[in-house]
């Protein structure tokens, strides 16, 4: 069964560095998101992207985050400068155009710790 | 605005009792609903969904039923086992649109 993969599962960073979490949708996917969890919170939405460009954003997505789909099967998410608060769980997400079709399928995610 | 609440956790329920967990939502036209697990040190996994009124999800002996009349999906189960024993959120929906989650409902299981 096609399956949404995260790389890496765990990363660990110094405040104010880069980090860039990659995501690898199930193919046949056109609808791509990023959600983060914050420990023992709820799951919120950070980004949609369709057709090359983000559909929708949160107030979370500031300008230290962007997203890109740099080739035909990886999905990334960057911040640009890294925050304490920015620990958390980010899960990416891939959801199918057939219609009918709303389930979106989320990888096993990346836990991000910022020291 | 669209929201999701579910009942406070954690419950904590004994092997074989019978679970209900309860969903409410506010919503804008008619959303998709969904119940997702996520188990200790894991991702989030769909546990089962339903696209419009009065449709029933299931899954692993789990249901929801989508009552639109009082914006209901409460999740159920009739025996439930250790191994059940996760985070389960509630959430909402329109297609190929953001998911709103629930704060998510910790369930543990005593054998």
């Known amino acids: 069964e096609p399956e949404v993969t995260q790389t890496p599962s765990h990363q660990v960073t110094q405040m104010g560095q880069e980090v860039i979490l990659r995501c690898v949708p199930i193919s046949n996917h056109l609808y791509f998101y990023w959600y983060r969890q914050i420990l023992g919170q709820k799951v919120e939405f950070l980004v949609s992207?369709?057709?090359?460009?983000?559909?929708?954003k949160s107030e979370i997505f500031d300008d230290q985050f962007s997203v890109e789909r740099p080739d035909g099967s990886n999905f990334t998410l960057k911040i640009r400068s890294t925050k304490l608060e920015d620990s958390a769980m980010y899960f990416c997400?891939?959801?199918?155009?057939?219609?009918?079709?709303?389930?979106?399928?989320f990888g096993p995610g990346t836990r991000l710790t910022v020291l | 605005g669209n929201s999701v609440t579910q009942m406070e956790g954690p419950v904590t329920l004994s092997e074989e009792a019978f679970l209900t967990i309860n969903c409410t939502y506010t919503a804008t036209g008619y959303p998709s609903l969904f119940w997702y697990v996520q188990y200790p040190g894991e991702g989030l996994q769909l546990l089962l969904k339903?696209?419009?009124?009065?449709d029933k999800g299931s899954n692993k002996g789990f249901e929801a039923t989508y009552r639109k009349e009082t914006t209901s999906f409460h999740l159920e189960k009739g025996s439930v086992q250790v191994s059940d024993s996760a985070v389960y959120f509630c959430a909402l929906s329109r297609r190929d649109d953001k998911i709103i989650f629930g704060k998510g409902t910790r369930l543990h299981i005593l054998p």
């Open positions: 997400a891939s959801s199918s155009h057939r219609v009918g079709s709303d389930t979106q399928y």
């Open positions: 339903a696209t419009k009124a009065d």
């Open positions: 992207f369709y057709n090359n460009e983000i559909s929708e």
